[in-house]
């Protein structure tokens, strides 16, 4: 009989055994704390590995995507070119981003060590607290520049609010209530140690804060989170149908219909002029008509299409972002509102993984949408060239070719000096005249449609209208002269 078994214990340690039972004991206990962990958690450490590796690479092709953006903003602020608004606000939004994405990166590593129940965390308290500063000071605030976004379409797209105007009345007060907002609260939140783990995703955020948690999560939150999505579902409906009225299904006007139009403006001008009964001003008046009205109609083309552009690029932010937040918002409101919690995350799974995949994909996006303008005359203007080598193009070659080579639009239209000068100091709007479409290529080194065009002071047709009636008054004077001479007056 071996030792121990006469006293009813299946093995008593001798002396030289009690390492190994010590290693048993520890080994039992620890395999004990994680089944204990995963029945918490409800995940398995494969899939708590593979949520922190997706937000991990997520967040990294974010910082690489906002990381271009900003470069090419201060790019071109390096070659002495005006930042407009749109560029300001994407500016902001990237900015934003850079700092979000790494708190995405940093978020699986710093969770406390002694609390967390995530398989990588190797942090403290402080850290968790640091990260819940990052995540209300950038990805918070990234929010809110999605709003002031979708307002600066409708301004400009809509309501056609010149650049100057915008940057007047609205521009600084929407800038404003961000930076005052967000580091105030950020920062109180830090130094009162409100935050704390988040329980259904990979990052610290607002906690009880001594019993007082939801309330402080719904104004550090909610309030940005609830304005930006209504801001962004109303502004866009209201976009999409004034572009679907106007635009898309305006019907465009035929030959006859011009010749109709230019046959009544030279009607109305032979009978208050009456030399144009002559055979020569009567041509010479027909000419200038005809020639005003292909103008005109060239200028048209280009308002409507640019407008569809400007258009285009809000609805691309909007879905982007759509998609990025939408499981994010989930999250949080079966966290704070349906009591789902730490041990119900192996029911999310698949949300869970979708918010880990895409919220931190904004940055990822963008780039693509920043660029597409200039992408687009790229693209018409080197048809032969790879999709990669017009988007590396895009990005960095600030000779951006002229917009009149897109979709075939003619640059045959005359441009005087006093024009060119107007093109340098035309602004970021998206309603605009053809002599204000910026094309010079020292001027033009962004390539956002927000650049590429600017709103008039007054319509399209104006310029040559006065030019042509300036033409007929000077003709008529020099001729009234002529004729005064010949008869002896």
């Known amino acids: 009989m071996d030792r121990g078994q006469d006293l009813g214990f299946g093995f008593m340690p001798g002396a030289d055994e009690e390492p190994q039972l010590e290693k048993h004991i520890t080994t039992a206990m620890n395999n004990t704390i994680d089944d204990a962990l995963v029945d918490i958690s409800g995940l398995t450490d494969k899939q708590d590995k593979a949520l922190a590796i997706l937000q991990v690479c997520s ?42 994405s790494c708190t995405y990166i940093m978020a699986p590593f710093l969770l406390p060590s002694e609390t967390s129940v995530r398989i990588w965390a190797s942090g403290s308290d402080r850290t968790c607290q640091q990260l819940g500063l990052m995540t209300q000071l950038f990805c918070i605030w990234a929010l809110w520049y999605n709003a002031i976004l979708s307002f600066y379409y409708l301004l400009t797209v809509r309501f056609q609010v010149k650049r100057r105007q915008f940057c007047r009345k609205y521009e600084l007060w929407m800038h404003l209530i961000g930076i005052i907002f967000f580091p105030v609260t950020a920062f109180t939140g830090y130094f009162n140690d409100w935050y704390a783990e988040e329980a259904l995703a990979l990052g610290c955020w607002v906690g009880p804060a001594d019993g007082h948690g939801e309330l402080i999560a719904y104004i550090y939150g909610a309030v940005p989170m609830v304005i930006t999505i209504i801001s962004l579902i109303i502004n866009n409906i209201v ?68 407008t569809r552009e400007a258009a285009i690029q809000g609805f691309l932010y909007v879905s982007t972002f759509l998609i990025t937040f939408i499981p994010m918002f989930v999250v949080l409101i079966l966290n704070g509102s349906m009591g ?46 790879s999709f990669w080598i017009n988007i ?8 951006i070719p002229r917009m009149t080579s897109i979709e075939g639009f003619s640059s045959s239209y005359p441009t005087s000096k006093k024009q060119s000068n107007v093109k340098k100091r035309s602004g970021g709007n998206f309603l605009s005249t053809l002599h204000n479409i910026e094309e010079e290529k020292k001027v033009n080194t962004n390539g956002s449609i927000e650049v590429l065009v600017s709103t008039a002071s007054e319509p399209s047709n104006d310029c040559s209208h006065k030019s042509s009636v300036m033409f007929e008054k000077t003709r008529d004077f020099f001729d009234d002269i002529y004729s005064r001479k010949k008869l002896g007056i």
């Open 59 to 100: 967040a990294s092709l974010s910082l690489v995507g906002s990381c271009m953006i900003v470069f090419k903003i201060i790019n071109s602020l390096c070659g002495k070119r005006k930042t407009s608004p749109y560029d300001r606000i994407i500016f902001g939004l990237s900015i934003c981003d850079i700092f979000g």
């Open 239 to 306: 976009i999409y149908v004034y572009v679907r009225r106007n635009l898309l299904f305006s019907s465009p006007k035929t030959n006859d219909d011009d010749d109709e139009s230019n046959e009544i403006r030279s009607e109305s001008l032979k009978s208050t002029n009456p030399r144009s009964e002559s055979g020569k001003s009567s041509n010479t008046v027909d000419g200038l008509e005809t020639g005003d009205a292909r103008e005109s109609g060239e200028r048209q083309s280009i308002q409507e299409h640019l």
């Open 340 to 385: 789902y919690d730490t041990e119900d995350q192996a029911q999310l799974y698949p949300l869970l993984v979708l918010n880990a995949m895409l919220l931190p994909l904004q940055g990822f996006f963008n780039v693509f949408i920043y660029v597409r303008p200039t992408y687009n005359r790229f693209s018409a203007a080197y048809p032969d060239l």
């Open 392 to 399: 590396r193009l895009a990005l960095f070659d600030p000779d």
